[in-house]
C-alpha cells in the first residue's frame, strides 16, 4: 500500500530537510500525490530527473557517418515531452505543477518546485551543472525505495575524480544536438553504498527506505573511491560497451 501524506510528512521533517535543497529519486511505487505534498512542506525546494531518453539517437550514431532520417530513430524533445514512464508517476506531476520548473536538455533535464536557480544553471554541455549549484547550497539526494544505481550526482563524482565522460546526440526540435559530458553506465554504484553510510540519514516508512545524502559528501566520497581504485565504481559486466571504453582510458 503506497505510504500516504501522513506518513511520509513526519518521515521526511526527521530528516532535517526544511532548509535544504533536495534531489529527488522515487520509487514508481510510491505515492505521487503524497510525497509531492511532503516535499512542499518539509524542504526548501525541491528537483527530480525528468530524463527522455526516447529523444537519444543510438549510441554509435555519429552526424559525420550516420546520413539516415534521424526522425527514425529517436523522437524530438520539446519542454512538454514527458519524462520516461520507468520513472513513474512523480517526475510528471512535478512537472505539470503551476510552480514548476524545467531545464531543457534533451535527455538530462530537471524540474522542480523552489530550485530555479539550480535548474536554469544546466546546460547541453553541463548536464551536471544542477547538482554542482546544489553542492554550493548543502543540498541533499533522497533516495526513496531506491539504490545507488539511479543516483545521478555519483556521475558528477565520477566528472570530478577525472573519469572519461561521453559524447552522444539527440533529437532536439528540428536539430540533432552534441550532448557532451554524458553519464557513463551506473551499474557499479552500489558498491559506494558502504562508504556513504556514516553520514547518510535515513528512515522507513511502510516498508520503503529513504535515504538522505548530503551532496558534498556524496562527492567527496565518489572522488576518494575513484583516485584509491580507478576501476571503482564500473560497471561489472566484461561485454558492457560503456565500461570497455572506460577501461581502455586507464590503460
Not at 59 to 88: C, Q, R, W
Not at 141 to 168: P, T
Not at 175 to 197: H, M, Q, R, T, Y
Request: charged share 20%; with cysteine.
Amino acid at each position: 500500500m503506497p505510504a500516504s501524506f501522513s506518513d511520509l510528512k513526519p518521515a521526511l521533517s526527521d530528516l532535517s530537510l526544511k532548509k535544504r535543497l533536495v534531489l529527488v529519486h522515487a520509487s514508481p511505487i510510491v505515492n505521487a500525490d503524497a510525497l509531492l505534498a511532503a516535499l512542499l512542506e518539509t524542504t526548501g525546494g525541491f528537483m527530480t530527473p525528468t530524463f527522455t531518453p526516447k529523444a537519444l539517437l543510438p549510441i554509435d550514431y555519429h552526424p559525420v557517418h550516420n546520413k539516415t532520417d534521424v526522425k527514425n530513430l529517436a523522437e524530438s524533445f520539446t519542454p512538454s515531452m514527458p519524462a520516461d514512464e520507468a520513472f513513474g508517476k512523480f517526475p510528471e506531476l512535478v512537472r505539470s505543477h503551476a510552480k514548476a520548473k524545467r531545464s531543457l536538455h534533451p535527455v538530462l533535464s530537471f524540474t522542480g518546485i523552489g530550485a530555479d536557480d539550480a535548474i536554469h544553471a544546466q546546460t547541453i554541455h553541463e548536464p551536471y551543472a544542477p547538482i554542482a549549484a546544489m553542492a554550493e547550497e548543502e543540498g541533499v539526494v533522497l533516495l526513496i525505495g531506491m539504490d545507488q544505481r539511479v543516483n545521478v550526482s555519483i556521475h558528477y563524482g565520477e566528472k570530478l575524480a577525472g573519469r572519461m565522460q561521453f559524447v552522444r546526440w539527440a533529437l532536439s526540435g528540428n536539430n540533432v544536438v552534441e550532448c557532451l559530458n554524458f553519464p557513463g553506465d551506473p551499474e557499479g554504484f552500489n558498491s559506494l553504498a558502504a562508504g556513504i553510510k556514516p553520514f547518510t540519514r535515513q528512515t522507513e516508512v511502510d516498508g520503503v527506505k529513504i535515504q538522505a545524502i548530503p551532496v558534498t559528501d556524496l562527492l567527496r566520497a565518489v572522488v576518494n573511491k575513484i583516485h584509491e581504485d580507478a576501476y571503482s565504481l564500473l560497471c561489472g559486466r566484461p561485454d558492457c560497451e560503456i565500461r570497455l571504453e572506460a577501461v581502455a582510458q586507464l590503460r
